[in-house]
């Protein structure tokens, strides 16, 4: 093989790896923890939801305090660690269904809290900032 050969296998190897490590993000997941919006109020009650499959999406978000607060955990085809949720703060812990919603109650969390979600192996995190 001649060294141009060698060079363009080399590169296509480099590509190919950019491609799956890089190529297969969430969307409106920018990976840097930024807070995204996902949160919405209802009839007086907050809704913040959160995506679980190959971690937790977005890892960030910020709602509102002092308003009663339901977190929606959401589930399409999760056959990762994410499906096995754990929120120490609140004494919660289950196996998630592999496709659908599991709406957790939070009470009425006050000002410069923060709830933190983690999968049962401790690799995915969320957490939810109250203000």
């Known amino acids: 093989m001649n060294k141009s050969a060698s060079i363009i296998i080399t590169l296509g190897f480099v590509i190919g790896l950019g491609i799956i490590f890089l190529g297969g993000s969430k969307p409106n997941n920018n990976g840097t923890g930024e807070t995204l919006q996902n949160v919405e109020i209802k009839e007086g009650i907050q809704y913040v939801t959160v995506n679980a499959k190959g971690g937790y999406f977005p890892k960030v978000s ?8 339901k977190l929606i955990i959401k589930t399409e085809g999760t056959y990762d660690c994410s499906a096995s949720l754990v929120i120490r703060s609140i004494g919660f812990q289950k196996i998630l269904a592999q496709t659908g919603e599991e709406i957790i109650d939070l009470g009425t969390p006050k000002a410069e809290k923060s709830i933190q979600g983690l999968c049962g192996m401790g690799m995915y995190n969320f957490v939810v900032n109250f203000n």
């Open 62 to 69: 910020s709602a509102k305090a002092g308003i009663p607060t």
